[in-house]
Structures are given as C-alpha cells and as structure tokens.
Antibody
Framework: EVKLLESGGGLVQPGGSMRLSCAAS????????MNWIRQPAGKAPEWLGF??????????EYNPSVKGRFTISRDNTQNMLYLQMNTLRAEDAATYYC????????????WGQGVMVTVSS | DVVLTQTPPTLSATIGQSVSISCRSS???????????LNWLLQRPGQSPQLLIY???NLESGVPNRFSGSGSETDFTLKISGVEAEDLGVYYC?????????FGGGTKLELK
C-alpha cells in the first residue's frame, strides 16, 4: 500500500526557516517524481515543485513563486522527501502536501495527509 | 502562468441529480506530444485532494464510472451522472501541460 506521511510543520516566525519531511512507503521510491503542493486555508492548491526520479537524474523544478527560497531534496536510502523553506512570510502559511507523480503521465496519484505551517510572530 | 477558471464556484444538487463543472484555460493545454494534461481532483471535507480523472477523460482506478471528463484545448467539463452523498466536496481542475503546474479555483458541490 502506498503511503506518504508528512511531518515537521508548526509555528515559525516571519523570516525564519523550516524543513518539512515526507516518509514514503509501499512503492519503489526512486522510480517516481515527488512533489510538494501547498494549500492555504479555504483556497486552491498551489504546486511548489518536484524532484525527478532516478532515470531523470533527481533534478528539480520549482514554481517561480517560491524559487530561490524553497529547496526540494530526497534521501533515496531512507525513502524520504524534504522541503527546506527559508525566509518564510505570512503568505506561506498553508497545509503542505507531498504527492507522488505518476511515472508516464503528469498527475498526482497519491497525496499525503498534509502538515500545517503557521507563520506568525 | 496558465489560469484555470472553474464555473460555477458553488453547485447545489440533490442526490441522483446529474451535474457538470466547467474548467476553462487561458492557454491551450494540448501538449507538443499530442496529449492534453488536464486532470480533475476531489477534496472531501478535511481530506487531501484525490485524483478522479487524468488527461481529460481517463478515469483513475477505483473511481466510480458516474464520473466522466471531456473537452479539448481550452474548454473542459467534468460530469457526475447521478450525484451521491460521498461526492460532496470541492472539485479542482489542474493542468500539467505548462510549467508551473496550476489549479483552478475550485467548485464546491453541496447538497440542495
């Protein structure tokens, strides 16, 4: 059974940093692109970026809205996905999801349950 | 960025009623490889979004066949043929043809 479990959320001050983690299980982690998506309360989701699979060299792509502040990485030995977020702003407050992207077509077939990030002083 | 405009924003339906949701794109979603990467997701209250339909009209495994998708280029439709109570929530269209990937604003389906 495919499972994605995010952790690491909570309260952070404006200007601070936070790292989110996503533990993956139930599938061959290195075969898949992995994504981060966020959703402010009551709003639509926003795609943040992905890290490609082994066949595509684990390279990354980002939404310009967060490029330069957010970094996606993965530990393939531990089946872990990470999102490093720096210089956080109030508008970064949201529920953050990791999601698996299907191998041959670009859609998210599995999502984690999400982790909440609050940015406030 | 590609803007996806969903209508209506809210949809009231009775159980058994058939409904449609529209998603219009600011650019053609036909990819250079010939596919159109327009997907539909449902987010039930308190849950993560889940995939219903991918590439316009392909039903994700396990999704009931009362859901169907159609459209091309810039105009897409999700139809539910006979709403059931478990279908209530917010529906999102999402495009993956152009970077960055973007989502529509959502359509909330509620009981009349």
């Amino acid at each position: 059974e495919v499972k994605l479990l995010e952790s690491g959320g909570g309260l952070v001050q404006p200007g601070g940093s936070m790292r989110l983690s996503c533990a993956a299980s139930g599938f061959t982690f290195t075969d898949f692109y992995m994504n981060w998506i966020r959703q402010p309360a009551g709003k639509a989701p926003e795609w943040l970026g992905f890290i490609r699979n082994k066949a595509n060299g684990y390279t990354t792509e980002y939404n310009p809205s967060v490029k330069g502040r957010f970094t996606i990485s993965r530990d393939n030995t531990q089946n872990m996905l990470y999102l490093q977020m720096n210089t956080l702003r109030a508008e970064d407050a949201a529920t953050y999801y990791c999601a698996r992207m299907y191998t041959t077509d670009p859609y998210f077939d599995y999502w984690g349950q999400g982790v909440m990030v609050t940015v406030s002083s | 960025d590609v803007v996806l405009t969903q209508t209506p924003p809210t949809l009231s339906a009775t159980i058994g009623q058939s409904v449609s949701i529209s998603c219009r794109s600011s650019q053609s979603l036909l990819d250079s490889d010939g596919d159109t990467y327009l997907n539909w997701l449902l987010q039930r209250p308190g849950q993560s979004p889940q995939l219903l339909i991918y590439s316009v009209s392909n039903l994700e495994s396990g999704v009931p066949n009362r859901f169907s998708g159609s459209g091309s280029e810039t105009d897409f439709t999700l139809k539910i043929s006979g709403v059931e109570a478990e279908d209530l929530g917010v529906y999102y269209c999402m495009q993956a043809t152009h970077a960055p990937l973007t989502f529509g604003g959502g359509t909330k389906l509620e009981l009349k």
